[in-house]
């Protein structure tokens, strides 16, 4: 195998505090009250500085910053995490994207400052429903009017390029209740817009009352409904769906995520947080207390292993069949050092047969079928047996 030798040029971080754990969220995230914050990004730091002495950067083009709720830091801690950021990832591409996850309610205009003059160029806010029943019921503790003012304040602060998370198929969610909060969404002319279907986690609370049955979800067929909803919507109002689940208006594609869909090499810093540098993945101790006391022996890697060749191969197209556009056997041959249809060329005939991909002048894509069956079709390379 050609190993992904590369160095990242992407760089996550995990900042894992939140106000409050919301129903449906299985991410390493606790909540804020009695943390251990400033010791935290203590860790972070000496993290960054062995990462940066261990895989030196070159340039950087994106970072993103998720958790948790990055935002609950106040101004002086953002202050000081965005300068330890730029101290050991300095050199950033001229059109960098730097993205902050966010929650509505908790980005106040001395935050949103800090955050600007820290590099931070792009929000994500994770607002998931404009009903506020709907919100209620899924743990989420922002209202409607905290979305508005959080849009409101990240424009004044000179944030362009922001984000809104949606969820659909939550309990006892209606179409027309999708309906009306893509119409609201909509009225927010924002550049870019990830929606996607709640999916019932282990550890959560909603996972619980799943096994209980008394989580009211909505028929399959009704679920499906909200997905073509979506899709046409987010269409007819200008954007593309550049993947399942993300809509952007041209030149405003997160050219993070693009990062993981294309399979390429990040950094991956903070708590439970995921890297994947010199063919090498990597997942980081979750516990807060346990990931501060690592960082003081050096990386604070809990598991780490070598992508073997046929595990890369089926990452490519589960992760590249993700974008719209599809996979390109040159990106596969210059990848793996072989043609794309001689390793996977039954498992591609079957389902394009089935109507779930089709050819493109470079090489295959999902088609509409394909886009609300993707787990059908990304299971189905997890099943082939590569040639050898």
Request: overall charge negative; charged content about 25%; hydrophobic content about 40%.
């Given at each position: 195998m050609r190993q992904r030798t590369e160095t990242p040029e992407a760089v996550y971080i995990?900042?894992?505090?939140?106000?409050?754990?919301?129903?449906?969220?299985?991410?390493?995230?606790?909540?804020?009250?009695?943390?251990?914050?400033?010791?935290?990004?203590?860790?972070?730091?000496?993290?960054?500085?062995?990462?940066?002495?261990?895989?030196?950067?070159?340039?950087?083009?994106?970072?993103?910053?998720?958790?948790?709720?990055?935002?609950?830091?106040?101004?002086?801690?953002?202050?000081?995490?965005?300068?330890?950021?730029?101290?050991?990832?300095?050199?950033?591409?001229?059109?960098?994207?730097f993205t902050m996850e966010a929650n509505p309610g908790t980005t106040d205009a001395e935050k949103l400052q800090a955050m600007r003059e820290g590099g931070v160029n792009r929000l994500s806010f994770g607002v998931q429903s404009f009903d506020s029943g709907l919100l209620h019921?899924?743990?989420?503790?922002?209202?409607?009017?905290?979305?508005?003012?959080?849009?409101?304040?990240?424009?004044?602060?000179?944030?362009?390029?922001?984000?809104?998370?949606?969820?659909?198929?939550?309990?006892?969610?209606?179409?027309?209740?999708?309906?009306?909060?893509?119409?609201?969404?909509?009225?927010?002319?924002?550049?870019?817009?990830?929606?996607?279907?709640?999916?019932?986690?282990?550890?959560?609370?909603?996972?619980?009352?799943?096994e209980r049955g008394e989580l009211p979800l909505p028929k399959e067929e009704d679920e499906v409904a909200m997905f073509h909803l979506i899709m046409d919507r987010m269409r007819s109002a200008g954007y593309e769906q550049y993947e399942i689940s993300n809509f952007a208006k041209p030149g405003f594609e997160s050219k993070h995520n693009t990062v993981y869909w294309r399979n390429e090499s990040y950094y991956g810093l903070g708590a439970g947080a995921h890297g994947y540098?010199?063919?090498?993945?990597?997942?980081?101790?979750?516990g807060i207390q346990p990931y501060i006391d690592a960082t003081k022996a050096g990386l604070p890697v809990l598991d780490q292993e070598e992508v073997a060749e046929r595990?890369?191969?089926?990452?490519?197209?589960?992760?590249?069949?993700?974008?719209?556009?599809?996979?390109?056997?040159?990106?596969?041959?210059?990848?793996?050092?072989?043609?794309?249809?001689?390793?996977?060329?039954?498992t591609i005939e079957r389902l394009a047969k089935q109507g779930l991909l089709e050819a493109t002048p470079v090489g295959y894509r999902l088609t509409r079928n394909g886009i609300l069956l993707g787990n059908e079709v990304f299971g189905a390379f997890l099943e082939a047996q590569p040639a050898t």
């Open positions: 995990h900042i894992p505090f939140c106000t409050n754990k919301c129903h449906y969220c299985d991410f390493n995230s606790y909540v804020l009250k009695g943390q251990p914050v400033h010791e935290y990004l203590d860790a972070l730091e000496r993290e960054m500085e062995a990462t940066a002495s261990a895989v030196p950067p070159g340039v950087i083009r994106t970072v993103f910053v998720g958790g948790g709720t990055p935002t609950v830091l106040t101004p002086e801690q953002m202050e000081r995490f965005l300068a330890s950021v730029r101290a050991y990832f300095p050199n950033l591409a001229p059109d960098y994207e019921a899924i743990g989420r503790i922002h209202s409607v009017d905290d979305v508005y003012r959080s849009i409101d304040n990240a424009r004044a602060a000179g944030f362009a390029n922001v984000s809104i998370d949606l969820i659909f198929g939550l309990p006892n969610q209606t179409l027309q209740q999708m309906s009306d909060t893509l119409d609201k969404a909509l009225e927010l002319k924002l550049p870019h817009h990830s929606i996607y279907s709640l999916k019932v986690e282990e550890n959560t609370l909603f996972h619980t009352l799943y540098v010199k063919g090498r993945r990597h997942v980081n101790v979750k595990e890369a191969m089926e990452d490519f197209m589960m992760v590249g069949l993700r974008l719209l556009r599809g996979v390109d056997r040159a990106d596969f041959e210059a990848q793996f050092g072989r043609g794309l249809d001689e390793t996977f060329g039954n």
